[in-house]
């Protein structure tokens, strides 16, 4: 099993930035990849960015794709989640996921999640 804890949710104007970051701890050798989801309210927990640990291809959702950038630093375990140009439609809370092969946009594909970190952005 492997543990996640997000962090770096906040309060942030449209057009601003946050930076989330999930780091992760125990059996994360047995992780092939790595992925933010977000969930805002009265609505279905939605794919957002994915990473593999070992190469580091990357895989974005059309909604962040230009705006968001995943990344992970091997060494401390841990992955991050810049996200540029907010847009109120963005607010949710986003969950750091780890998990092995599959559909990389599927939640069915991560074993693991972490507790979730509030993002709202402002109008």
């Known amino acids: 099993q492997v543990q996640l804890v997000e962090s770096g949710g906040g309060l942030v104007q449209a057009g601003g930035s946050l930076r989330l970051s999930c780091a992760a701890s125990?059996?994360?050798?047995?992780?092939?990849?790595m992925g933010w989801f977000r969930q805002a309210p009265g609505k279905e927990r939605e794919f957002v960015a994915a990473?593999?640990?070992?190469?580091?291809?990357?895989w974005y959702a059309d909604s962040v794709k230009g705006r968001f950038t995943i990344s992970r630093d091997n060494g401390k375990n841990t992955v991050y989640l810049q996200m540029n140009s907010l847009k109120p439609e963005d607010t949710a809370v986003y969950y750091c996921?780890?998990?092995?092969?599959?559909?990389?946009?599927?939640?069915?594909?991560?074993?693991?999640w972490g507790q979730g970190t509030q993002v709202t952005v402002s109008s």
């Open positions: 996921a780890a998990g092995g092969a599959g559909v990389v946009g599927a939640s069915a594909t991560y074993r693991d």
């Open positions: 990473i593999r640990w070992n190469y580091g291809n990357t």
């Open positions: 125990g059996r994360t050798a047995s992780s092939y990849i």
